[in-house]
């Protein structure tokens, strides 16, 4: 009985499904419910310009998927000398790599993720994240191009077929009368000569506009295209 005990264990540790490997990513990451983030892998680009921190630049990986990981018991690491700045304030904690030092709990992945996008390494195993270290960036530039849009959640915007993300920061120019009217809702009596919306309104009012729509809508859109954030979206009324 012992012999076929042991000969059972053994057959059944051989059996016994590797554990998945330790992969690490580089990439831009979004909060995408409690506990969760999401994030695209991309190409980082180690620098270090005159007098200044140490940074990556980032560039988009092609066919690189966008990948969702629990974070919940993720080692965190912030470049901030607290874990709780909302701004540098001038100074940095970092490593010989250019990764955030000071280290903060895994709850502070979704106050950070609340505030915006973060710029991470990402050590994950499976569907969950097992270190989180952000790092500095290099400038991101700006893009405007006209399309459709769509809401997809309050942080996200389906803009000709690619997910932007976007915050409270946003600025929503409009064509209407009002901030919380519908979309295109009444005379175009805020639209320049080019149809383009020029009232100042929030993101909430963009929410507001978009929500409960499964069609698109035409827009003028500026986002930072490494990024994936929207920073301007404009009404556009065609007939103006």
């Given at each position: 009985?012992?012999?076929?005990?042991?000969?059972?264990?053994?057959?059944?540790?051989?059996?016994?499904?590797a554990?998945?490997?330790?992969?690490?990513?580089?990439?831009?990451?979004?909060?995408?419910?409690?506990?969760?983030?999401?994030?695209?892998?991309?190409?980082?680009?180690?620098?270090?310009?005159?007098?200044?921190?140490?940074?990556?630049?980032?560039?988009?990986?092609?066919?690189a998927?966008?990948?969702?990981l629990?974070?919940?018991?993720?080692?965190?690491?912030?470049?901030?000398?607290?874990?709780?700045?909302k701004?540098?304030?001038?100074?940095?904690?970092?490593?010989?790599?250019?990764?955030?030092?000071?280290?903060?709990?895994?709850?502070?992945?979704?106050?950070?993720?609340?505030?915006?996008?973060?710029?991470?390494?990402?050590?994950?195993?499976?569907?969950?994240?097992?270190?989180?270290?952000?790092?500095?960036?290099?400038?991101?530039?700006?893009?405007?191009?006209?399309?459709?849009?769509?809401?997809?959640?309050?942080?996200?915007?389906?803009?000709?077929?690619?997910?932007?993300?976007?915050?409270?920061?946003?600025?929503?120019?409009?064509?209407?009368?009002?901030?919380?009217?519908?979309?295109?809702?009444?005379e175009?009596?805020n639209?320049?000569?080019?149809?383009?919306?020029?009232?100042?309104?929030?993101?909430?009012?963009?929410?507001?506009?978009?929500?409960?729509?499964?069609?698109?809508?035409?827009?003028?859109?500026?986002?930072?295209?490494?990024?994936?954030?929207?920073?301007?979206?404009?009404?556009?009324?065609?007939?103006?």
């Open positions: 009985m012992h012999v076929l005990a042991a000969s059972s264990l053994v057959l059944g540790l051989l059996s016994a499904p554990a998945a490997p330790t992969q690490t990513l580089y990439g831009v990451a979004w909060a995408d419910g409690a506990g969760h983030l999401r994030i695209t892998p991309m190409t980082a680009t180690y620098g270090k310009p005159k007098g200044q921190p140490a940074r990556y630049a980032l560039k988009h990986k092609k066919g998927k966008e990948i969702r629990d974070y919940t018991g993720a080692a965190f690491s912030r470049v901030y000398v607290e874990c709780h700045l701004e540098s304030e001038g100074q940095f904690n970092l490593d010989k790599q250019g990764f955030g030092k000071t280290r903060c709990p895994a709850k502070d992945i979704g106050w950070a993720l609340a505030l915006g996008p973060e710029t991470v390494r990402i050590e994950y195993r499976g569907g969950k994240a097992i270190r989180v270290r952000e790092f500095l960036n290099f400038d991101f530039a700006s893009k405007t191009q006209r399309g459709q849009l769509k809401r997809l959640d309050d942080n996200t915007l389906l803009f000709n077929g690619r997910k932007l993300g976007y915050n409270g920061h946003l600025t929503f120019y409009r064509v209407t009368a009002k901030c919380n009217a519908g979309w295109l809702t009444g175009p009596v639209a320049d000569r080019n149809g383009l919306g020029k009232k100042a309104c929030s993101a909430a009012d963009l929410n507001r506009a978009l929500k409960g729509h499964k069609y698109t809508w035409l827009a003028q859109v500026e986002y930072y295209d490494v990024l994936g954030m929207a920073l301007v979206v404009r009404e556009v009324f065609g007939d103006a």
